[in-house]
C-alpha cells in the first residue's frame, strides 16, 4: 500500500521558519518524484516544490524560490520542505505527492497519483 505522511506543520510568526517532512513507504522511493503542494482556503491547490530523487533535480514555484528549499533522504524514504521568510499568505494546508512519471518536472497536479493527507501550516503576521 502506497502511503505518504506529512508532518511538521504547525503556527509559526511571519519571518519564521519551518521543516515540513514527507514519509514514504509502498513504492521504491528512488524511482518517483515527491512534490509539494499547498491550499490555501479558497484558492485552488498549487504546486510548490518537486524533486527526483534519482539525481536530486528539483523545480520551485516562482512564489517560494529563495525562500524554500525541497530535499530528500533517501535511506529514510523522505522527502523534505524546509521554509523560511514566512509570509502570511504562504498559509495553506500543505500536501506531499507521488509520481513515477514527470514529463514536465514540475509541481504539476495532474501529473502525480498518490497523496498525503495534509498538514496546516498557519503564518500569523
Known amino acids: 500500500e502506497v502511503q505518504l505522511v506529512e508532518s511538521g506543520g504547525g503556527l509559526v510568526w511571519a519571518g519564521g521558519s519551518l521543516r515540513l517532512s514527507c514519509a514514504v513507504s509502498?513504492?521504491?522511493?528512488?524511482?518517483?518524484?515527491i512534490g509539494w503542494f499547498r491550499q490555501a482556503p479558497g484558492k485552488e491547490r498549487e504546486g510548490v516544490s518537486c524533486i527526483n530523487p534519482t539525481d536530486g533535480s528539483t523545480n520551485y514555484a516562482d512564489s517560494v524560490k529563495g525562500r524554500f528549499a525541497i530535499s530528500s533522504d533517501n535511506a529514510k524514504n523522505t522527502v523534505y520542505l524546509q521554509m523560511n521568510s514566512l509570509k502570511p499568505e504562504d498559509t495553506a494546508v500543505y500536501y506531499c505527492?507521488?509520481?513515477?512519471?514527470?514529463?514536465?518536472?514540475?509541481?504539476?497536479?495532474?501529473?502525480?497519483?498518490?497523496w498525503g493527507q495534509g498538514t496546516q501550516v498557519t503564518v500569523s503576521a
Open positions: 505527492a507521488g509520481t513515477d512519471l514527470s514529463y514536465s518536472g514540475r509541481p504539476l497536479e495532474y501529473e502525480y497519483d498518490y
Open positions: 509502498g513504492f521504491t522511493f528512488d524511482d518517483y518524484y
